[in-house]
T-cell receptor, first 111, second 115 residues
């Protein structure tokens, strides 16, 4: 199956700093999503971005499908951004609709 | 965005008992739902794909007799952990596609503790 690798595994920032999280995937994909898992465990959808660039407030994401990676940018980080960020992807073609998750990036934003 | 709701949010049970977790799509119909499991400080692992009106498809290593999945309608899938043991304690999360965009949405999750 598809392999999804995220980096870095851990990231510590001061409030106000910017950061970039990376997601590499091993096959052509037709779905790439970024999630933020809050302290209660719920997965919050950040971006559905199989290709291209999207922005939502202080967050933006870019997926370069031909090079099999996606980036999540967090600008002017806030303490509430802390948590685990997951990317997940689904292989193109066939009838397999399951998403495979990376191991996540644990982000800690200090005041 | 689409809403997927799970119940209960947390449950504590005694070893040997069975626990049922419900997953509902509130504003769309879901012919397929997915059940994931997450251990502390780990990623999400797919357990099974729940198919409306037919048998679930289980991932390798997941015991189908231990984790019973029923998808009786287009808005409801249930996961029953049978004869639960402490090692079944985990965070269980369901998800579904809305179908139009291909974006996957997750429920709030259910934290199971087996004593």
């Amino acid at each position: 199956g598809i392999q999804v690798e995220q980096s870095p595994p851990d990231l510590i920032l001061q409030e106000g700093a910017n950061s970039t999280l990376r997601c590499n995937f091993s096959d052509s994909v037709n779905n790439l999503q970024w999630f933020h898992q809050n302290p209660w465990g719920q997965l919050i959808n950040l971006f559905y971005i199989p290709s291209g660039t999207k922005q939502n407030g202080r967050l933006s994401a870019t997926t370069v499908a031909t090079e099999r990676y996606s980036l999540l940018y967090i600008s002017s980080s806030q303490t509430t951004d802390s948590g685990v960020y997951f990317c997940a992807s689904r292989i193109s073609g066939g009838s397999n609709y399951k998403l495979t998750f990376g191991k996540g990036t644990l982000l800690t934003v200090n005041p | 965005g689409a809403v997927v709701s799970q119940h209960p949010s947390w449950v504590i049970c005694k070893s040997g008992t069975s626990v049922k977790i419900e997953c509902r799509s509130l504003d769309f119909q879901a012919t397929t739902m997915f059940w994931y499991r997450q251990f502390p400080k780990q990623s999400l692992m797919l357990m099974a794909t729940s198919n409306e009106g037919s048998k679930a498809t289980y991932e390798q290593g997941v015991e189908k007799d231990k984790f019973l999945i029923n998808h009786a309608s287009l808005t409801l899938s249930t996961l029953t952990v049978t004869s639960a043991h402490p090692e079944d304690s985990s965070f269980y999360i369901c998800s579904a596609y809305t179908g139009d965009t291909g974006e996957l949405f997750f429920g709030e999750g259910s934290r199971l503790t087996v004593l």
